[in-house]
């Protein structure tokens, strides 16, 4: 292990060369900005910024891209380790049974997610699934000139041509290698059918976030009126004659907010439940399926025999019991299980309410 000045002159080096880099990113900004007609009206501001701007620049080169690279690198090695296991026969029984154990447990915390996957299944999926497949193929094309790219030593000098670029010249450099192996009508019809798929998400969550809106008005509205026969003539007893006019406001928006809040939980319950039942009934048809081929249930004849309807139902049932003890929350470790599931929720939801 480094000891502790060797630690302190790396950092010194790293620090250096970002230091180095900002002074390059920055005399380019304000290069362009003074010798580029299109940004004459902006050159005074760009020039005022370029400080900020060549920041931002280092770290996305320093920081941002490896760090993507990184993970990209990671994905590849844990998928390399992770295919043998959900492919072939596996694909069919056992990856689908797990799927259902962990909707049948887990599903109800995630609404928009399941609602989404709902919604693809019955209106985009062959699209959805022969984009990504697509997409897939020329990712796997762009990469694998990438590899042979990073080998390339055209001037016969000994070093690497990738490693006698800077950062902007080797960025160009890739996305040339990239647009040259790629098909881009491959890619154009894939992102069509990725933008129509994710509509017809879109539209579905709108539909449901609506329903839950609708329904709470309405019982704001039959909660009101008990609330203003009952409550506010209480409450105006309470305070000053002066404030007396914001009583019924104050009232009306408190019913509309506790009355969205059943609408979202009822919601939220039945959601819960039909990721039960689904799940449940994943559960029992493929983990049957899975102990057929495994040999564990070899009379087993499913045309006779109830055990699936009854694993089903059974695991439906605990599911949706966990789902009620656990108050439809995570927590450790099943938060940084479910990580990205949780974050696909979110954007969801910020999609939904906010496009």
Not at 239 to 246: A, D, L, N, S, V
Not at 255 to 268: E, G, N, P, R, Y
Not at 305 to 329: I, R
């Given at each position: 292990?480094?000891?502790?000045?060797?630690?302190?002159?790396?950092?010194?080096?790293?620090?250096?060369?970002a230091?180095?880099?900002?002074?390059?990113?920055?005399?380019?900004?304000?290069?362009?900005?003074?010798?580029?007609?299109?940004?004459?009206?902006?050159?005074?501001?760009?020039?005022?910024?370029?400080?900020?701007i060549?920041?931002?620049?280092?770290?996305?080169?320093?920081?941002?891209?490896?760090?993507?690279?990184?993970?990209?690198?990671?994905?590849?090695?844990g998928?390399?380790?992770?295919?043998?296991h959900?492919?072939?026969?596996?694909?069919?029984?056992?990856?689908?049974?797990?799927?259902?154990?962990?909707?049948?447990?887990?599903?109800?915390?995630?609404?928009?997610?399941?609602?989404?996957?709902?919604?693809?299944?019955?209106?985009?999926?062959?699209?959805?699934k022969?984009?990504?497949?697509a997409?897939?193929?020329?990712?796997?094309?762009?990469?694998?000139?990438?590899?042979?790219?990073?080998?390339?030593?055209?001037n016969?000098?000994?070093?690497?041509?990738?490693?006698?670029?800077?950062?902007?010249?080797?960025?160009?450099?890739?996305?040339?290698?990239?647009?040259?192996?790629?098909?881009?009508?491959?890619?154009?019809?894939?992102?069509?059918?990725?933008?129509?798929?994710?509509?017809?998400?879109?539209?579905?969550?709108?539909?449901?976030?609506?329903?839950?809106?609708?329904?709470?008005?309405?019982?704001?509205?039959?909660?009101?009126?008990?609330?203003?026969?009952?409550?506010?003539?209480?409450?105006?007893?309470?305070?000053?004659?002066?404030?007396?006019?914001?009583?019924?406001?104050?009232a009306?928006?408190?019913?509309?907010?506790?009355?969205?809040?059943?609408?979202?939980?009822?919601?939220?319950?039945?959601?819960?439940f039909?990721?039960?039942?689904?799940?449940?009934?994943?559960?029992?048809?493929?983990?049957?399926?899975?102990?057929?081929?495994?040999?564990?249930?070899?009379d087993?004849?499913?045309?006779?025999?109830?055990?699936?309807?009854?694993?089903?139902?059974?695991?439906?049932?605990?599911?949706?019991?966990?789902?009620?003890?656990?108050?439809?929350?995570?927590?450790?470790?099943?938060?940084?299980?479910?990580?990205?599931?949780?974050?696909?929720?979110?954007?969801?939801?910020?999609?939904v309410?906010?496009?």
């Amino acid at each position: 292990m480094p000891s502790s000045p060797q630690l302190k002159s790396v950092e010194k080096m790293a620090g250096q060369n970002a230091v180095d880099l900002k002074k390059k990113r920055q005399e380019m900004i304000v290069g362009v900005a003074k010798n580029t007609p299109a940004l004459a009206k902006a050159e005074k501001h760009l020039v005022q910024y370029a400080p900020v701007i060549a920041q931002a620049c280092v770290f996305m080169e320093l920081t941002v891209f490896p760090t993507m690279m990184l993970g990209f690198q990671k994905g590849q090695q844990g998928w390399k380790i992770l295919k043998p296991h959900v492919t072939g026969k596996n694909m069919e029984d056992l990856v689908p049974c797990l799927c259902g154990l962990a909707l049948c447990f887990f599903g109800g915390m995630f609404p928009l997610v399941i609602a989404s996957v709902e919604a693809f299944r019955l209106v985009g999926l062959e699209g959805m699934k022969s984009a990504i497949c697509a997409l897939w193929g020329e990712g796997e094309k762009a990469l694998e000139a990438h590899k042979k790219d990073e080998d390339a030593d055209e001037n016969d000098n000994g070093i690497k041509d990738v490693l006698e670029m800077n950062p902007a010249q080797l960025v160009a450099h890739k996305a040339y290698i990239v647009l040259k192996v790629v098909d881009p009508d491959k890619v154009s019809q894939a992102f069509v059918a990725l933008n129509c798929g994710l509509l017809a998400v879109l539209a579905n969550l709108k539909m449901g976030f609506a329903r839950a809106v609708t329904l709470g008005t309405t019982l704001g509205d039959a909660l009101k009126k008990q609330v203003s026969k009952y409550v506010v003539p209480f409450i105006t007893e309470l305070i000053p004659p002066e404030t007396h006019k914001w009583v019924p406001a104050v009232a009306d928006w408190l019913c509309k907010v506790v009355a969205i809040f059943i609408a979202m939980s009822l919601q939220t319950l039945i959601s819960g439940f039909h990721s039960a039942i689904r799940g449940g009934r994943m559960v029992g048809l493929y983990g049957v399926k899975y102990g057929q081929r495994m040999g564990y249930l070899k009379d087993f004849d499913p045309n006779k025999s109830q055990l699936d309807e009854m694993v089903g139902y059974g695991c439906a049932g605990l599911g949706f019991l966990f789902q009620l003890y656990m108050a439809f929350s995570l927590t450790f470790p099943f938060n940084l299980l479910f990580l990205p599931v949780s974050i696909c929720e979110g954007v969801l939801g910020t999609l939904v309410m906010w496009i």
